[in-house]
């Protein structure tokens, strides 16, 4: 009798525990699952509320673990020079990156939030990271092997410090040197910043030969890269930063875009839209460039979750 009892209490608990796995079996959370199905199982369970907070990148400064799970935030960056403690270590980025985190993974759907920061030159906000030259330097080395490299030791360093996304590399080609920012250029000539783009495998790690051209992160000791900024940000009129590129489309396909391709058969992860406009429209508001040309022409987008 009281062996059959166990035996029911058992099936009972085990019962239980089917019910609950069940629960919370999430298609999304399946690393078994093909991308589109896990994105679209993720887009199908997101709020209105949800979407517009991924959606939003915030300042460190801001970035309470409050904060992001009060709003949903999808990410966050450290501007120029934000940083946790004048001469932090790397130790301390950690910490505050996985406080912000925690806030993130505490969320009803738990979706971890990435953190960026302008490793451009090396882990460059970083105290006692190794500091590289900067792009117009390593542009005159005519070494894309060398840059590569760069890319691999920043990764490194930025991954010591918590930090899974470095904005890097800048592929401004800079065609006025009055532009306060040439120095952020790999140089005047696009078949140069073309070969630069090393820098984003040396980031990321090389994209296996079926992943050309979508985005791709090789590991733990890689981060994602950001090709910057799209397109045209070094040809602004008289140099004045974030003004106005002047320039037939001709023009701007053969000079400012050539090394978006490049980038893009790397498996760069993400494209920053540039502060700057062509030909009096903001590029935020390109509809043709960003939608027409960058995401269906070129095929810039992490997946085709539109099954
Ligand atoms: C973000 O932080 C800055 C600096 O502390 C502060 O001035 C600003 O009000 C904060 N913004 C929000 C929305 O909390
Ligand atoms: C370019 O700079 C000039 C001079 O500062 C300014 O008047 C103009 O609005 C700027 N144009 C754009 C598109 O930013």
Same mark, same amino acid.
């Not at 298609?27 to 991924?54: C, F, H, S, W």
């Not at 709003?71 to 790397?90: K, M, N």
């Given at each position: ?121 090396? +882990?460059?906000?970083? %105290? ?6 900067? +792009? ?5 080395? @005519? /070494? ?14 930025? @991954? ?22 040439? %120095?952020?250029?790999?140089?005047? /000539? ?19 030969? /079926? ?74 508001? +390109?509809?043709?460039?960003?939608? /027409? ?11 085709? %979750?539109?099954?």
């Amino acid at each position: 009798m009281g062996s059959s009892r166990n035996k029911f209490t058992s099936l009972l608990l085990m019962f239980c525990l089917v019910v609950l796995v069940r629960a919370e079996y999430a298609k999304y959370k399946d690393p078994k699952q093909p991308l589109a199905v896990r994105i679209n199982d993720l887009l199908g369970r997101m709020t209105l509320a949800e979407k517009i907070g991924q959606m939003t990148q915030i300042e460190r400064v801001n970035a309470t673990a409050e904060a992001m799970s009060k709003y949903f935030i999808g990410s966050v960056l450290s501007g120029g020079g934000s940083v946790p403690a004048p001469q932090a270590s790397a130790e301390a980025w950690a910490s505050m990156v996985n406080e912000i985190q925690k806030g993130s993974l505490s969320t009803r759907l738990g979706i971890p939030m990435i953190y960026g920061i302008d490793a451009v030159h090396g +882990n460059n906000n970083a %105290y006692r990271a190794t500091i590289f030259p900067h +792009n117009i330097g390593l542009g005159a080395t @005519r /070494d894309p092997m060398l840059v590569k490299r760069i890319g691999e030791a920043t990764a490194l360093e930025v @991954r010591a410090t918590g930090i899974s996304y470095a904005f890097a590399p800048c592929i401004a080609v800079c065609r006025d040197p009055r532009w306060g920012r040439c %120095y952020e250029s790999y140089s005047e /000539d696009p078949k140069v910043v073309q070969s630069m783009t090393t820098l984003i495998s040396g980031l990321q790690g090389d994209a296996p030969s /079926d992943y050309t051209g979508r985005p791709y992160v090789g590991g733990s000791k890689k981060v994602a890269a950001c090709a910057k900024h799209y397109v045209g940000d070094g040809g602004t009129y008289m140099g004045i930063n974030a003004n106005n590129t002047i320039i037939d489309t001709h023009g701007l396909m053969s000079i400012h875009m050539p090394a978006y391709y490049n980038s893009i058969i790397r498996g760069v992860s993400t494209v920053m839209v540039s502060y700057s406009s062509w030909n009096g429209e903001k590029m935020h508001a +390109n509809h043709f460039l960003i939608t /027409d040309f960058l995401k269906n022409k070129l095929k810039f987008r992490f997946c085709d %979750y539109r099954l």
